[in-house]
């Protein structure tokens, strides 16, 4: 006789999304035309409302934008401020890209491990090194001092 197996979890408890969010991603992503070409805009409508796009989301811009979903998980994991995980709160992020590193990103993140994680490129790459904040805020030029100083300040 087979060993049976419980299902895998569809979320687990940290990432669980608030169904008040998931209700006003809902009526962002349907109210966007129903078309494939829509899918970035969809994608903007649920992270935006949500912060992150967790599973429920990706499979909402799908059966809206009736775009399978593994090519619209393939998509937003191309886009690197599309968050595919929760954000933690009062966590900052460090931008990881070539630009940044050069001009200095990991001794951010290094003076700074227990607030900020790096990221990969925000496309901001003049601006470099650039940091996110936990609201999405984005931070370019930034020194080790202005960093200490916005993390002491926040939340
Ligand atoms: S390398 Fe940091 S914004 Fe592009």
Redesign the pocket.
Known sequence: MPEQTSPPPSEDAASAVDPALLSAATAAVTALPRQRDQLLPAFHAAHHAIGWLPRPAIELVASHTRVPVSEVYATATAYSELRLEAPVPGQWQV?G????QLAG?HALHEGQAERTTMVD?????A????VVDDHEGLHGRMTSRVLGDLLEDAP
């Not at 890209?97 to 940044?100: F, N, P, Q, Y």
């Not at 490129?121 to 790459?125: A, E, K, V």
Request: with cysteine; aromatic share 6%; net charge neutral.
């Open positions: 931008c890209g070539l630009s940044c990103a490129c925000q496309f901001l790459c601006l470099a090194p650039v």
